[in-house]
């Protein structure tokens, strides 16, 4: 088993649609994150996960809805997005959240129609 | 303004030079300083760490740190085509803080 695992890797929804997009690490670790990664931006960072609880939230619209049901997976719940939400989710893990030393997942590859 | 620059290239290095990545960012209480390496169509993969002003070796790898002048850079020495990809660099603020912040990555070509 790799380390961190995304599923599903492609995903294309209407705008009315709801799905959701799963993460699971096999590190041990205890904090997880999803960034969004759109063509020439930097890697956005939407929320942090540390021992199960949110410790980030950076001003994410309320259709993107996050669950950490425990330290080894973490879900993306998608509702009414938009087109410009196209991108690359990618979910990472860490130790903790002070050591910074990410492990990232392969991403999910998500088109809104 | 950016919290965190790079250029984004391409830079493009002949085979079995040395390559420099440079990076600055906004915020003059960061703490912790990464470089992941990213291949087109793959997820970012940590290939350095530095948390100290001065340099930090690991094999072709060299992290430069300079928290006064808010840069941090990274030389890859003997170039290898393998090498091409996007390095993406990254900063932590105080070690109580949870986000990351990344650069839009420079694009690194070696050409043989």
């Known amino acids: 088993e790799t380390g961190v695992t995304q599923t599903p890797r492609h995903l294309v929804m209407g705008m009315t649609n709801k799905k959701s997009l799963k993460c699971e690490q096999h590190l041990g670790h205890n904090a997880m994150y999803w960034y969004k990664q759109s063509a020439k931006k930097p890697l956005e960072l939407m929320f942090v996960?540390?021992?199960?609880?949110?410790?980030e939230n950076n001003s994410v619209p309320s259709r993107f809805s996050p669950e950490c049901p425990n330290s080894s997976h973490l879900f993306l719940h998608l509702h009414t997005l938009q087109p410009e939400d196209s991108a690359l989710y990618l979910c990472a893990s860490s130790q903790r959240t002070d050591t910074g030393e990410l492990f990232f997942g392969e991403g999910s590859r998500l088109t809104v129609l | 303004q950016k919290e965190v620059e790079q250029n984004s290239g391409p830079l493009s290095v002949p085979e079995g030079a040395i390559a420099s990545l440079n990076c600055t960012y906004s915020?003059?209480?960061?703490?912790?300083f990464f470089w992941y390496r990213q291949y087109s169509g793959k997820s970012p993969e940590l290939i350095m760490f530095i948390y100290s002003n001065g340099d930090k070796e690991d094999g072709r790898f060299t992290a430069q740190l300079n928290k006064a002048s808010q840069y941090v850079s990274l030389l890859i020495r003997d170039s290898q085509p393998s090498d091409s990809a996007t390095y993406l660099c990254a900063v932590k603020g105080d070690s109580s803080a949870s986000k990351i912040i990344f650069g839009s990555g420079t694009r690194l070509s070696i050409r043989p």
């Open positions: 915020d003059r209480g960061s703490q912790s």
């Open positions: 996960y540390n021992f199960k609880e949110q410790t």
